[in-house]
T-cell receptor
Framework: GAGVSQSPSNKVTEKGKDVELRCDPI?????LYWYRQSLGQGLEFLIY????????KSGLPSDRFSAERTGGSVSTLTIQRTQQEDSAVYLC???????????????FGAGSRLTVL | GENVEQHPSTLSVQEGDSAVIKCTYS??????FPWYKQELGKGPQLIID?????GEKKDQRIAVTLNKTAKHFSLHITETQPEDSAVYFC???????????FGTGTRLKVLA
């Protein structure tokens, strides 16, 4: 597609429920990132994919969070047994390739706003 | 790991004036420093970036400077316009990984 697409754009859920957030990266982009943006905070790294592999899961806050990527394209971030502190905007970004120098240009989606009541 | 601090958290300027946002980083091995602009309801968008082998980069009204010795970098916007109003984030590459550490953001308001 023309850009990174995320769905849903807004999700309100009750504490304890599971949620799935979806990211459609730009076609052909091999690298995919998930970040979390809490109110008044910066972007907190969650996980990074190179193809379907996740070499860096260091940012996942707890074992309630998991993510997968299939076919080198679509990624799903799953939060089990949601808590109020999970309320945030979840941003997905993709990059054409992994630059060994570290200079990857990320293109972000508009985000999924999650509210846990 | 890398840590990035960003100041100020909010900045108001009159239209036509300049705006400067400053960031510091902790890991001297960081080699890539992008700046993102986030408008309301949208994802962050890259506006300019700089690599560690360059001291300054300019793109029309936007410029970024990097001082490797002091480990700080700054975003300069000249002749500000109302459409420059947004939240700006700095970031630094995290050495040995493929992730980027972001600052906490600066909300810029350009007053007409």
């Amino acid at each position: 597609g023309a850009g990174v697409s995320q769905s849903p754009s807004n999700k309100v859920t009750e504490k304890g429920k599971d949620v799935e957030l979806r990211c459609d990266p730009i076609s052909g982009h091999t690298a995919l990132y998930w970040y979390r943006q809490s109110l008044g905070q910066g972007l907190e790294f969650l996980i990074y994919f190179q193809g379907n592999s996740a070499p860096d899961k260091s940012g996942l806050p707890s074992d309630r969070f998991s993510a997968e990527r299939t076919g080198g394209s679509v990624s799903t971030l799953t939060i089990q047994r949601t808590q109020q502190e999970d309320s945030a905007v979840y941003l997905c970004a993709s990059s054409p390739w992994v630059d060994p120098s570290g200079a990857n240009v990320l293109t972000f989606g508009a985000g999924s706003r999650l509210t846990v009541l | 790991g890398e840590n990035v601090e960003q100041h100020p958290s909010t900045l108001s300027v009159q239209e036509g004036d300049s705006a400067v946002i400053k960031c510091t980083y902790s890991d001297s091995a960081s080699n890539y420093f992008p700046w993102y602009k986030q408008e309301l309801g949208k994802g962050p968008q890259l506006i300019i970036d700089i690599r560690s082998n360059v001291g300054e980069k300019k793109d029309q009204r936007i410029a970024v400077t990097l001082n490797k010795t002091a480990k700080h970098f700054s975003l300069h916007i000249t002749e500000t316009q109302p459409e420059d109003s947004a939240v700006y984030f700095c970031a630094a590459s995290d050495p040995g990984t493929y992730k980027y550490i972001f600052g906490t953001g600066t909300r810029l308001k350009v007053l007409a």
